[in-house]
């Protein structure tokens, strides 16, 4: 509404005329001059036959569109004003005059592309019509043409006016920064904005950092895998990534074999350091490639392994005195609990002797690394469970630190306890370095988690590959206890006699899938109450309904000394591989 106030008031303006007498449309260019207390003005009358001006109250006017000066306000000769200051101020009144029939154009929607006859008839909604609107264009087009301005696209070139900024000279405000004292903020004033270097980019495969940091530094190589500008002086999402003998303690980190992708053979010891910052307590890796020898007689000692040394694990990350991995185990991760300002070592001591796990031996290449050659590729991720600077103050530089943790370091969180944390709904869990041939490994004891959704009851397994060492009579894996000599025991856990150990998958069973009708619909069968499973199958059918309102999890747990291969189903103890799906709803 105010637009179209002002709009009508333009065309009121420049359209209320009378013939011979002063144009009351042009009011800005009214001047006046005073001396002494008497004030005399000019006025500017338009002649429209020929788009010139001439002055009312002048001394002089030489019919040429100027005027020398009112009569009743001629300078005296010892006035200071001189040529410059009149230059100036035609100048200014021009720009003005302009600019406002320019404004009057745009208003009413003129187009200098299209052709323009004066004094033709434009429809309009304003008026009935639109006779006041093209008055309003005529005359507004007739101040552009006394100023030199053609009525067509030049216009366009017109410039604009332009709101004053305020500046500053650079090298004051130099100066002035390097006057300010060295400030340290404390964790409570710091805004929430984000750290660079600290925010995950592409799904946590990098860190959004600025193109100069993500170069090698340090024995860190970068590598600009993607643009990012989410936090203050960032550009790329970069990866960084560490061969042999690597410190870091980027947020974010890829430990690689030497001339990864490539596989190699020679025989070294490579290691990576990683300096746990104060605001981190888990560690997760992910394995994105990982071949090596498979191991032998359970063990990865006497073959190329990749051991992990964590100072706040110090009797094994998966089990009694197991901290090593070898084999097949790509695509698999392993959380770790730390302690801040610990350090955490992944060392990988290979040689290049040992067959890899179904790699041919002929030469052929069937897409992993062929033969004897290992490789691998480690993300190495540091969580924190509480905010950057939480635990002091900040400097001027991280100000910008947020009191926050970024969303993907929240989401990747694992239940305390679990060394492995599956977030999906449906997924497949596999023991370390199954690959349907080797074995599994000795001495582990560890949990696997998967997370819980809401109105969630449980989960319902199918195994597509199990088989754990067991006693004779818990060998087919269906039953779950034995008599021996009259003891009966429950299967997997015995230590007696011919008994191959403890070794178990541990999961709550409520059922083997079998269907049966209750008073309120067909449910499962309750038929496979039992927690502990080893043997050939897992239970009766390889296939189990879970019942629990609490943490969905499996525990997985082998023997410290090797079993016979009397003790294992046909084809070896070669640990498992079972498809998950979260039940939810009414179960």
Known sequence: MQSCVITLGLLVALCSSASGQVKPWLPWFGSDSCENGVCSSIFPTFNEEDDSLTFDNCEEDDDDGTCLGPVAATPPADDSRNEEDAVSKIKDFEKEAVEKAVGVLKALGFNPEEEYNPGQQRGGRLFAGGMLMQAAIDKALAVLRLFGYNTGAQINTIPQPEPAVFKVQQSALVNLVDTLPAVVVSPTDAKDTNLPN??????GEGLCTSAQECKNIGGVQGKSIGKCGNCVGCSVCCQFVTGCQ????????YFQSPGYPRTDR????CSLTLNVRDEVCQVRLDFVDF?????????CSGVDNFEIINTAQPGGVFGPGQSKMCGLNKGQHVYMPVKPGNILIMRATTSGVRNIPLAR???????LSGDTAFRWNARVTQIPCEAPGARGGLSVADTKAARRIPSHYRKLLAPDGCRQYFQESRGRLQSFNYDGKSEVLLNQNYAI???RPARSCGMTLKALGFSLPASAGCLPGNVPAETVDGVCSLCCTSTEGDSPGVNYLGVSGYSDGASVMTPI???YAVNQDRYFFCGAKLGVTNLMVTRTKGPLLLRVRTAGNY???VSCPDGGCLGFLINYDVDTGTC
């Open 198 to 203: 600290y925010e995950p980019c592409r799904g």
């Open 291 to 299: 071949e090596m020898a498979a191991p032998q007689a359970g063990s």
């Open 521 to 523: 619909g067909q449910n």
């Open 449 to 451: 988690c998967v997370k």
């Open 563 to 565: 079993w016979e291969q």
């Open 266 to 269: 020679s025989n070294e010891a």
């Open 361 to 367: 031996t002929d030469g052929t290449n069937r897409g």
């Open 246 to 253: 690597g410190i870091t303690d980027k947020m974010i980190t």
